[in-house]
């Protein structure tokens, strides 16, 4: 996959991106990041890439030319190229729309900074995306977030290739939790059924708790999924024993 991010700071993003999965990810050609700073397609020697907006207010906004420019350098050579502009006024990235863009071979990433950038840049056709309901500084952090949540989905960027499968919403759901060693930590102890041996119970277990936790932080995922029988059972037994401890 060829993923390209433009920005004022695409430092930022290459930082974050030579370490962990990513950096392996890179190193093995599952996954190919190109940087543009937009400041080198600017037209003067200071490299100006910031104006007052018309209609006063305040901050600055990024200006179409520069950032054309650098979008036209981004795609060149690309072929079939999907754009997106990292914007709080964009559509909200979830589980679904990760595997959608997994779908296209090449991305342009735009990171915008300040108020936001000249709105005819975007006239052109290109997509807006939010990585959430907030304001960051700048898109770098969210340009790393949406590279992050893609290449994990990617054949071999893992470790083992059932992580992926079975983060959380992969399929939905928040995630199971987790326990490692040792056996007992400060009094508490890992659930028996995780050292039992028995995959078939540790299936359920894990399902049933996944289930569960998302009934209780996030009852808007269960709202908007068909369940199983065997799910619909699971997540009745989970809140039979969730209320049978004195919580309503």
Known sequence: MDIDVVALFPDAVRAFCEVGVLGRAQERGIVRLRYWDVRAFADDARQTVDDRPYGGGPGMVLMAEPLARALTAAKEGR???RTIYLSPSGRRLDEAGVRELMGAGSL????????????????AGDEEWSIGDYVLSGGEVAAGVVIDALVRQLPGALGHEDSAREDSFAHGLLDHPHYTRPEEWR???VPPVLLSGDHGRIRRWRLKAALGRTWLRRPDLLAGRSLTSEEQGLLEEFQQEYRGQGHE
Not at 108 to 123: C, F, H, N, S
Request: no cysteine; aromatic share 4%; glycine share 18%.
């Open 108 to 123: 342009v990433l735009v990171a915008g900074r300040y108020e936001g950038i000249d709105e005819r840049v975007l006239e």
């Open 187 to 189: 009094g508490r102890e």
């Open 79 to 81: 072929g079939a190229v």
